[in-house]
Each structure stands twice: as structure tokens, then as C-alpha cells.
């Protein structure tokens, strides 16, 4: 059994930061790429950023230059620093990993963790 447990969300006013972290868990054997993903009210889940085992980090659009993903693989844990948080950054906001399992590769997602900016 693998487990991805999600933390920092909260209620935020705009402009302000919040750092989510999630931690894996469980049996596995390695883990390749990591994620955060969101999902607004009534919209389609999307990713937000993603970093790759080597640290090679990429964004959506609309948070380049305010959101920073990182990883410490030594804790097989994955963060996003989130500042200049906007109104519309409000979203469940997910972790998801891609795991080397006994049954080979596969993905995990977290429960998700609620963001909500607003004044």
C-alpha cells in the first residue's frame, strides 16, 4: 500500500503564501516524476507544476513565476511554494506520483488539501 499525505492548505487573503507538502509513503521501490495538480468548483482537474526525480521543475502558465515546486527525495516528499496567491488560485490542490511498485510503474494520488484565497 502506498500513501501520499497532503498538507499546508488553508485559507489565505490574496497576495499572500502558502507552502503545501505532501509525503509518500508505503511500498514502493522508487519514485520517478511528482506533481500538483488542482481542481477549482466545476472545473477539470489541471496540473500546476511537476518536477521530475532529477529536479527539473515545469509550470502551467498561470502560476510561472509566483509557484515553486521542489523535492527532498530523501524524505520522498514534494512541496509548492505558492506566492502572490490570486482569488482564482482557489482550488482542492493535489499531489500525485509516479511509483516503481511490485507490479511496476504506476501513479498515486493524494486526498487533496483545500486552498482558499480570498479577502
Known sequence: QVQLVESGGGLVQPGGSL???CA??????SINAMAWYRQAPGKQRELVAAVTSGGSPKYANSVKGRFTISRDNAKNTVYLQMNSLKPEDTAVYYCNADLYLTTGWGGAWGQGTL???SS
Open 24 to 29: 509518500v509513503s508505503g511500498s514502493f521501490f
Open 115 to 117: 486552498v482558499t484565497v
Open 19 to 21: 507552502r503545501l507538502s
